[in-house]
C-alpha cells in the first residue's frame, strides 16, 4: 500500500462481490444486486448495485463497505466517485464495482437495464431485523 495503489486481497471476484453485498446490506441497503458482466465486458468482472434512502444513508453505504474491505481484507478501491453529492457512488475494486444510489438516480440512470441479459441476482439480508425476542 505504500506505493499508492489499492491492497490486492486473495479473494475470488464472485466473493468480493458477496463480501460488497454483504457490507451494503449492513447499512441497511437496499434492492441489493450483482450483475455478473464476466462475459461482456473486458474492465470488471462484477456489479454490485444498491440503493440508499437519502444521499446520506448512500454514504453511510459507501462508507460501511469501504471500512468493512479495508479492516478485514486490506482491500482499498482503485479509485472513487460521487461521495460529494452521494446520488450515485462509484466505488471501483477492479474485478468488483460498486454502485450505491438514491432512488431517483437509479431510476433515471437504469443501470441494470443498459447490461440486459447478463446473469444476476437479488441478495437479501439473511436475518433481517425483526422485534426482540
Known amino acids: 500500500m505504500s506505493d499508492g495503489q489499492p491492497a490486492r486481497a486473495d ?3 464472485e466473493e468480493l462481490a458477496d463480501l460488497i453485498a454483504g457490507y451494503a446490506l449492513d447499512k441497511k441497503a437496499v434492492d441489493v444486486t450483482i450483475l455478473d458482466l464476466r462475459s461482456v465486458a473486458g474492465y470488471t468482472d462484477f456489479f454490485v448495485i ?3 434512502g437519502s444521499d446520506r444513508q448512500t454514504k453511510a453505504i459507501h462508507d460501511g463497505v469501504a471500512e468493512g ?7 482499498l478501491p482503485r479509485r472513487v466517485e460521487g461521495v460529494q453529492e452521494a446520488r450515485w457512488i462509484l466505488a ?5 464495482v460498486l454502485h450505491v444510489f438514491t ?8 443501470l441494470e437495464q443498459l447490461w440486459g441479459e447478463v446473469p444476476r441476482r437479488t441478495v437479501v439480508d439473511p436475518a433481517p431485523a425483526g422485534p426482540a425476542v
Not at 92 to 96: E, F, G, P, R, T
Not at 103 to 110: A, C, G
Request: glycine share 8%; charged share 40%.
Open 50 to 52: 444498491a440503493s440508499g
Open 69 to 75: 474491505l479495508k479492516r478485514e481484507h486490506g482491500l
Open 11 to 13: 479473494i475470488e471476484p
Open 92 to 96: 471501483d475494486y477492479l474485478d468488483v
Open 103 to 110: 432512488p431517483d438516480t437509479r431510476e433515471h440512470y437504469r
